[in-house]
């Protein structure tokens, strides 16, 4: 079963501010995929879940394009992934990415939709696209039970 939301972002503050929340309400073992093309917030989303995790404001938060997976020192750690410039599954397994879904971080992936199926099938899925002049639609989906309930909390919380 799959729990769908969507929520209009006028600003990056906003979507740094629904990150926040997001991270706020994570728990060791969740994983949210982002989806959405160059430019459109991912990672202002990020940085707002780094944020709600704990992470100090002065520690920058930035794509890990070309590192693959970068992690912050938060309460659970948050592992942050990026697969614009992965070529295969294989490259993944290689640079252990399995790794990462051992429980005990909150995992954040920018470009999940290029290798879906690396993510565990329980995960909470936010598409973001663009809208009119500087908003942006954030389509958040929760795919399984665990997610479910962290969207419901979401939805409960924000305002």
């Not at 740094?16 to 997001?22: A, D, H, N, Q, V």
Request: proline share 8%; glycine share 10%.
């Amino acid at each position: 079963m799959t729990l769908d939301w969507c929520v209009t972002s006028p600003d990056p503050e906003t979507t740094r501010r629904f990150g926040e929340l997001l991270g706020r309400l994570s728990e060791p073992g969740d994983v949210v995929a982002l989806e959405g093309p160059l430019g459109v917030g991912k990672t202002a989303l990020v940085q707002g879940l780094a944020l709600g995790l704990g992470l100090d404001s002065g520690t920058p938060v930035t794509s890990p394009t070309f590192t693959l997976v970068g992690e912050y020192p938060t309460d659970p750690p948050l592992r942050h992934a990026d697969f614009y410039r992965v070529e295969s599954e294989r490259r993944l397994e290689e640079a252990g990415f399995d790794d990462l879904l051992d429980g005990r971080g909150v995992v954040v992936v920018e470009w999940a939709e290029r290798f879906p199926l690396a993510l565990p099938p329980d995960r909470l899925w936010i598409q973001l696209r663009f809208g009119r002049e500087s908003s942006r639609h954030l389509n958040v989906r929760a795919e399984g039970p665990r997610a479910e309930g962290r969207l419901r909390r979401l939805v409960e919380h924000w305002a």
